[in-house]
């Protein structure tokens, strides 16, 4: 066969073979980077409405009028919604110097997750 005929015929097997078991190599890794990617974009998403609730609740909680007797009470409420299908459930527990701890707890496959956010009021329920 002629070098030049040789030259515009194609790919020898050889070379796709090697092709190929190049990608067989890198293809899992890949995928393996992908996936990881998506479960941490899926766990930001999650926070992030879990901290916009926790917020949600602090907003209210600086709008109601009887904080400061509730604060002596010294009791936690609890409140539940449902954002995208995923339940959170948050937790106001009033502290001795006036504060607020505000706890968002939900579960990601099965593992329970939480944040904390901390709010200080005056007596009036109004932001200091």
Same mark, same amino acid.
């Given at each position: ?24 190599? #890198? ?7 992908? $996936? ?6 899926? /766990?930001? +998403?999650?926070? %992030? ?33 449902? #954002? ?7 937790? $106001? ?6 504060? /607020?701890? +505000?706890?968002? %707890? ?23």
């Amino acid at each position: 066969m002629d070098p030049q005929m040789r030259a515009r015929s194609g790919m020898s097997i050889l070379e796709v073979l090697v092709a190929l078991i190049i990608l067989a190599i #890198i293809l899992p890794g890949l995928a393996g980077m992908i $996936i990881s990617s998506r479960k941490a974009q899926t /766990a930001n +998403i999650h926070m %992030d409405q879990a901290y916009a609730y926790g917020q949600l609740l602090m907003d209210s909680l600086a709008l109601t009028p009887n904080w400061a007797h509730w604060t002596g009470s010294q009791s936690s409420k609890s409140a539940s919604t449902t #954002i995208a299908g995923k339940t959170y459930t948050g937790t $106001i527990t009033p502290l001795p110097s006036g504060s /607020a701890l +505000i706890r968002v %707890d939900w579960v990601q496959g099965n593992t329970p997750h939480s944040i904390q956010l901390r709010e200080v009021l005056s007596s009036s329920g109004l932001y200091r």
